[in-house]
C-alpha cells in the first residue's frame, strides 16, 4: 500500500472521526469485577499497586444492576448487604484510579433480579412459554430479568443515569444486557407481536422460521435500547457512552455492522479457550470485531481462570494459556483488557505472566499504536448466511482461516456488509466460504471488485441464496464463477475423490507428487459455461463396503472440482464443494494447500510477507505512525488445538521477507529487545527471525 492510499484507507478515515470519548486512548485495560463479600474485604491498596505494574490506563469497575456497589437512591437497586453505611466501594475505588489518570467504565449486569423487584414489578421478570416467571438457572434467589421490557428500558435507564450522574466516568459497560434467551412476557408477546404481526414461537428452536423474525425484533429491541441508555448517560455526561458487551462474527447476535456504525470502541467478551478450539482464536475475535469497527478501537478480554460450562470462576489458567491468548489477540490489533472476578485472589499464579506481557506492550506502545494493516487478503463473513442458510458457517470460515494461518499469509476479516469499493480497497483478494446469502447488490459489488482487479476465491453455495433466504434458480454470482447450478447440493458424499488433469496449474504448488486428493463432505452440482478441462475433476462416489467393491468403475471424469479463471482484471476461484469446512474436520493438508494456492492465485502479486521455516505461526503486518511492524506468534505446540499449553516451545528461526517502500532506518525484534539485521533491495527487506518462543514483533522504524 502506497502512502497516499494508506492516507485515504477507511481504518485512518474511522480514527480521525473517532469521538472525543476517552474510551478511545487506553492500550490497556484492567477490569476488576466485583462479588458481593467484596466491600470491606479487599485490599485496595493491593489493586491500585497492580493497576500500576501492569500499566493499566483504564479499569472497569463493578457499580451496579444486579448488586449495587455504590449508595444508590434508588428503591428497587439492590446494595450489598456487605457494605455499610457511609460506604462507597465502586466510587472510593473509581476515585484513586481517575487521581492515577485513568480511563473509567462502570459495570453494570442487569441479567438477574432481587425478590424485591420481582414484587414490585412482576412484568419486569422474563417468562417462559407457560407464562410463568423465570427463577435464575443459577441462583434462585434471583428472578431472570426480560431484557427487551421495562426492566432495561425504565430501571437500567435510571440506573445508568444515576452512577452517570455521581460519578466522573468515561462510560457504563453492561454485561449480559441482552436478555437471557427468549422471553415470553407480556411486553414481548405484544412488541413482537406488533412488530412481526405473528405470535412468538413456542420455542426457541432456531431451525424454527419465527425465529428469525424473533431475531430481527430482538435486534431492533436491542438497538433501541443502545440508545436509551447511551442517551441516558450522556444526558448528564455528554462525553461518556453506553458500551454493551456485545459482538462476534457470524454467529454474533447483532448485526455488526450496525454496531460498528454506533459503538465507539467494543470489548470482544471470549476470555479463553474451551474444547477443540486452534491457539489462533482471539486473532479470529480480533479481525471479526475490526471488521465491524474499522479504526476504532477493540479491546479483547483475557481471562485469569478456565473457561468452561461448568464455571470455575475462581480458578487460574495456564500462565503460558494466558500469555498465548493474550498475545495472539495483542498481534491482531487487540487491545488487552485482563478481567478478575472477585477483588480477593485464591490463586495468584496469573500475575506476574500478565504483568511481564502488559509491561512489554507498554515499554512498545508506540508500535502498538497502529493506523492500517496491511494484510492484502481478507475472509468474508456473513451474519445472515449463518442465520437463515447455514448455521454451521463457522465451520466453512474456520477451515478458510487455518488454512491461511498453515499458509502464513496474512488476513484480514471483512463483514459482509461492508463490500462497497471504499472498504475492500486495500484487499488484493477476498475469500468467499460459503457466502450462501448475497443479495443482487451485493453481487454487484464483488463483480465491480473483479472487474477492478480484485481476486475472488469462493466456495460451495455462495451466492446461491437471496438475500432474505430464497434459493435463486443460479449462483448469484454464476457469471464470475463460470458457470452454473445444475442439480442439487449433495449432502453427504462417501469416498469421493478429486483427479488431477493439469499438473501444472498454480493451484498444485507443493501437491505435484500426488495421485489424487480426497473429495469434501458436500458437494453442489455444477455445469460450466466453458469446453474447457479444468485443472481438478471431480470422481464422483463409489462403494465404500465391502472392501472387495471398493473400486473405480469409470473413467476420470469432466466434472470440475475448481473452476479457474480470469474476470475483468481479476480472478476467480470457484470450489463447488465445502472445501474449507471438510478441512476444518478432516484437516487434511492437501485440501489447507488447495485453499492457500488458490488465494495466493488470486492475490495475483509477490506476496506482501513470506515467513519460511518449521512450525506453526501466525503473522500480521501493520502500520503505525512513522513505522511498519511484523508481528509473529508461535503457535507450534502439542496443545496448539486444545488448551491448555503448558509451555511455550521455541519456533526455530525462520527467513523472513517483507515488502517496504524504502529502507527502515532502524529494525528492531521488540520481544528479545535487540537490533535486527537486515538486507534490503528494491522495496525488499530480508532477514531471519530469532528463535520465537511466544512472540516476536520486527519494528521497522521509517
Ligand atoms: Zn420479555
Given at each position: ?275 477443540v478450539?486452534l491457539a489462533w ?94 494484510a492484502r487478503a481478507a475472509i468474508v ?11 454451521d458457517?463457522d465451520d466453512f470460515i474456520r477451515g478458510a482461516f487455518h488454512a491461511l494461518i498453515e499458509a502464513r499469509i496474512p488476513f ?16 488484493r483478494a477476498l475469500i468467499l466460504p460459503n457466502i ?14 473483479v472487474?477492478?482487479?480484485?481476486g475472488l476465491v469462493a466456495t460451495h453455495e455462495t ?12 449462483f448469484?454470482l454464476?457469471?464470475l464463477f463460470g458457470c452454473s447450478r445444475a442439480g442439487r447440493t449433495i449432502q453427504r458424499q462417501q469416498n469421493a475423490y478429486i483427479d488431477i488433469r493439469d499438473r501444472e496449474h498454480p493451484l498444485l504448488e507443493g501437491l505435484r507428487g500426488a495421485g489424487r486428493f480426497i473429495h469434501g463432505v458436500r458437494r453442489v452440482e455444477i455445469e460450466p459455461h466453458s469446453r474447457e478441462l479444468p485443472p481438478l475433476t471431480t470422481m464422483p462416489s463409489y462403494p465404500d463396503l465391502p472392501m472387495e467393491e471398493v473400486y473405480v468403475r469409470q473413467p476420470p471424469t469432466n466434472i470440475p472440482a475448481v473452476v479457474c479463471r480470469a474476470y475483468?482484471?481479476g480472478r476467480v476461484v470457484y470450489f463447488p464443494w465445502d472445501i474449507d469446512r471438510t478441512f476444518w474436520e478432516v484437516m487434511c493438508p492437501d485440501h489447507g494447500r488447495l485453499l492457500a494456492n488458490a488465494v495466493r492465485w488470486a492475490l495475483n502479486e509477490e506476496p506482501v510477507l513470506t515467513v519460511e521455516g518449521p512450525g506453526l505461526v501466525d503473522a ?15 503457535l507450534t505446540n502439542p496443545?496448539a488445538m486444545k ?8 519456533l526455530p528461526?525462520q527467513r523472513l521477507r ?45
Amino acid at each position: 500500500m502506497t502512502r497516499r492510499e494508506f492516507a485515504a484507507s477507511p481504518l485512518v478515515a474511522a480514527l480521525s472521526n473517532a469521538p472525543g470519548s476517552r474510551l478511545a486512548e487506553p492500550m490497556r485495560w484492567l477490569q476488576l469485577a466485583f462479588v458481593e463479600d467484596d466491600p470491606g474485604r479487599y485490599d485496595m491498596k493491593f489493586w491500585l499497586d497492580y493497576i500500576r505494574r501492569v500499566r493499566a490506563q483504564g479499569v472497569c469497575l463493578s457499580a451496579g444492576g444486579c448488586v449495587a456497589f455504590y449508595p444508590t437512591r434508588i428503591p428497587l437497586h439492590y446494595k450489598s448487604r456487605f457494605m455499610k453505611e457511609g460506604q462507597d466501594p465502586f466510587g472510593e475505588l473509581a476515585a484513586e484510579c481517575r487521581k492515577m489518570g485513568l480511563a473509567i467504565l462502570a459495570r453494570v449486569d442487569p441479567h438477574a433480579a432481587h425478590d424485591n423487584v420481582f414484587q414490585a414489578h412482576p412484568d419486569w421478570i422474563a417468562r417462559d412459554a407457560e407464562g410463568r416467571p423465570r427463577r435464575h438457572w443459577a441462583m434462585p434467589d434471583y428472578w431472570v430479568t426480560c431484557g427487551l421490557g421495562p426492566y432495561n428500558f425504565e430501571f437500567m435507564r435510571e440506573v445508568v443515569r444515576e452512577i452517570a450522574e455521581r460519578y466522573d466516568i468515561d462510560g457504563i459497560f453492561a454485561n449480559r444486557w441482552s436478555g437471557s434467551g427468549m422471553c415470553w412476557c407480556d411486553h414481548c408477546r405484544r412488541n413482537f407481536r406488533a412488530f412481526a404481526g405473528r405470535d412468538l414461537p413456542r420455542t426457541g428452536d432456531r431451525s424454527d422460521p419465527a425465529w428469525t423474525a424473533w431475531r430481527e425484533f430482538s435486534n431492533q429491541r436491542l438497538f433501541e435500547l443502545w440508545d436509551a441508555l447511551d442517551a441516558a448517560v450522556r444526558s448528564v455526561r455528554p462525553q461518556a457512552a453506553f458500551i454493551p458487551n456485545t459482538g462476534g462474527g457470524a454467529n454474533a447476535e447483532l448485526n455488526m455492522k450496525r454496531a460498528g456504525e454506533r459503538a465507539p470502541f467494543l470489548v470482544a467478551d471470549r476470555q479463553a479457550r474451551y474444547g477443540v478450539q486452534l491457539a489462533w482464536a482471539n486473532g479470529k475475535n480480533a479481525r471479526e470485531y475490526r471488521a465491524a469497527l474499522g479504526g476504532k478501537p477493540v479491546a479483547g478480554i483475557i481471562s485469569v481462570g478456565l473457561e468452561a460450562p461448568y464455571r470455575w470462576k475462581d480458578s487460574v489458567q495456564q500462565p503460558a494459556e494466558i500469555q498465548l491468548w493474550a498475545a495472539d489477540g495483542m498481534a491482531h490489533g487487540m487491545r488487552p483488557w485482563i478481567t478478575k472476578f472477585n477483588a480477593k485472589p485464591l490463586d495468584m499464579r496469573w500475575l506476574r505472566p500478565v504483568e511481564e506481557l502488559f509491561a512489554w506492550h507498554a515499554r512498545h506502545e508506540r508500535y502498538f499504536r497502529n493506523e492500517a494493516n496491511l494484510a492484502r487478503a481478507a475472509i468474508v463473513y456473513s451474519q445472515q448466511t449463518a442465520l437463515r442458510v447455514a448455521a454451521d458457517a463457522d465451520d466453512f470460515i474456520r477451515g478458510a482461516f487455518h488454512a491461511l494461518i498453515e499458509a502464513r499469509i496474512p488476513f484480514e476479516m471483512a463483514h459482509d456488509g461492508m463490500l462497497d469499493a471504499e472498504h475492500v480497497r486495500g484487499y488484493r483478494a477476498l475469500i468467499l466460504p460459503n457466502i450462501a446469502v448475497l443479495s443482487e447488490a451485493q453481487c454487484a459489488q464483488l463483480r465491480a471488485f473483479v472487474e477492478g482487479g480484485g481476486g475472488l476465491v469462493a466456495t460451495h453455495e455462495t451466492s446461491l441464496y437471496e438475500e432474505g433466504g430464497r434459493r435463486r434458480p443460479d449462483f448469484g454470482l454464476a457469471e464470475l464463477f463460470g458457470c452454473s447450478r445444475a442439480g442439487r447440493t449433495i449432502q453427504r458424499q462417501q469416498n469421493a475423490y478429486i483427479d488431477i488433469r493439469d499438473r501444472e496449474h498454480p493451484l498444485l504448488e507443493g501437491l505435484r507428487g500426488a495421485g489424487r486428493f480426497i473429495h469434501g463432505v458436500r458437494r453442489v452440482e455444477i455445469e460450466p459455461h466453458s469446453r474447457e478441462l479444468p485443472p481438478l475433476t471431480t470422481m464422483p462416489s463409489y462403494p465404500d463396503l465391502p472392501m472387495e467393491e471398493v473400486y473405480v468403475r469409470q473413467p476420470p471424469t469432466n466434472i470440475p472440482a475448481v473452476v479457474c479463471r480470469a474476470y475483468g482484471k481479476g480472478r476467480v476461484v470457484y470450489f463447488p464443494w465445502d472445501i474449507d469446512r471438510t478441512f476444518w474436520e478432516v484437516m487434511c493438508p492437501d485440501h489447507g494447500r488447495l485453499l492457500a494456492n488458490a488465494v495466493r492465485w488470486a492475490l495475483n502479486e509477490e506476496p506482501v510477507l513470506t515467513v519460511e521455516g518449521p512450525g506453526l505461526v501466525d503473522a500480521a503486518i501493520w502500520r503505525q505512525a512513522s513505522s511498519v511492524t511484523v508481528h509473529l506468534v508461535n503457535l507450534t505446540n502439542p496443545y496448539a488445538m486444545k488448551g491448555q499449553i503448558r509451555e511455550h516451545i521455541p519456533l526455530p528461526p525462520q527467513r523472513l521477507r517483507l515488502r517496504v517502500a524504502r529502507r527502515p532506518r532502524r529494525a528492531r525484534w521488540l520481544w528479545t529487545d535487540r537490533e535486527a539485521a537486515f538486507q534490503y533491495r528494491d522495496g525488499w527487506l530480508e532477514t531471519q527471525t530469532p528463535a520465537i518462543a511466544l512472540y516476536e514483533v520486527l519494528a521497522l522504524d521509517d
